[in-house]
């Protein structure tokens, strides 16, 4: 059963720009920070940015000035803005659903189907 439901990927040139939208159901985004992962191929799984329900963000020092991550508590969707994309974006990008218990870890309870993102040069 699919909790988070994503769209908005597909294939871009360099320079170019990218919304991601990953709705959920109410009883998930109320509980979790949301936000988004990406997997390109043969390396991790990578955190982009979580944001809170009070709106405070955690992203990955390499997207901060490029991305931005969002969320509309009326419509129970998060949102990632992607700005001045690079060909090494190129990933597959997972909406995710996590919290963190006083440590620096995220813990992730929900994933998306992810959403595949290409920027060719």
């Known amino acids: 059963q699919v909790q988070l439901v994503e769209s908005g990927g597909g294939l871009v040139q360099a320079g170019g720009s990218l919304r991601l939208s990953c709705k959920t159901l109410?009883?998930?985004?109320?509980?979790?920070?949301m936000g988004w992962y990406r997997q390109a191929p043969g390396k991790q799984r990578e955190l982009v940015a979580l944001?809170?329900?009070?709106?405070?963000?955690d992203s990955a020092d390499s997207m901060k000035g490029r991305f931005t991550v969002s969320r509309d508590n009326a419509k129970n969707t998060v949102y990632l803005q992607m700005n001045n994309l690079k060909p090494e974006d190129t990933a597959v990008y997972y909406c995710?659903?996590?919290?963190?218990?006083?440590?620096?870890?995220?813990?992730?309870?929900?994933w998306g189907q992810g959403t595949q993102v290409t920027v060719s040069s």
């Open positions: 995710a659903a996590g919290y963190r218990r006083g440590g620096s870890t995220w813990q992730i309870a929900y």
């Open positions: 109410l009883s998930i985004f109320s509980q979790y920070a």
């Open positions: 944001i809170t329900s009070s709106g405070w963000t």
